[in-house]
């Protein structure tokens, strides 16, 4: 197990956690499979900072990679969490529009 420390001039996102998995993308490369498994969330140790499980080997992250994460499938299994929802729907067109459906899926965050 080696761990990695990517550091970032702007802060990370505030969903990233330990267990996701952080992948990176060369710019420039325009090949399907540019997607690399840089490895897995080991700690955040401030704003600016990962650090990563590269167990899997596969790739080391560069200097100019867009850098990636993905939730734990197995752990995020809910759907969106609150108590409301405002939405605003608007039609912009100047044709005659039909709306054929809205639907939402949410979950009350504390019951």
Do not use: C, R, W
């Not at 490895?39 to 990679?65: C, F, H």
């Amino acid at each position: 197990m080696a761990i990695v420390k990517l550091t970032f001039d702007n802060e990370i996102n505030v969903s990233a956690q330990k267990g996701d998995k952080i992948y990176a993308v060369s710019p420039g490369i325009t090949s399907v499979d540019n997607n690399n498994l840089v490895g897995i969330v080991d700690s955040i140790p401030n704003k600016l900072e990962i650090n990563v499980d590269d167990a899997t080997g596969l790739y080391s992250a560069l200097a100019n990679d867009f850098i990636m994460f993905q939730k734990n499938n197995s752990i995020n299994t809910t759907s969106l969490k609150g108590y409301h929802a405002n939405v605003k729907l608007e039609n912009t067109s100047t044709n005659k529009v039909e709306l054929f459906s809205v639907a939402s899926e949410i979950s009350p965050s504390s019951k």
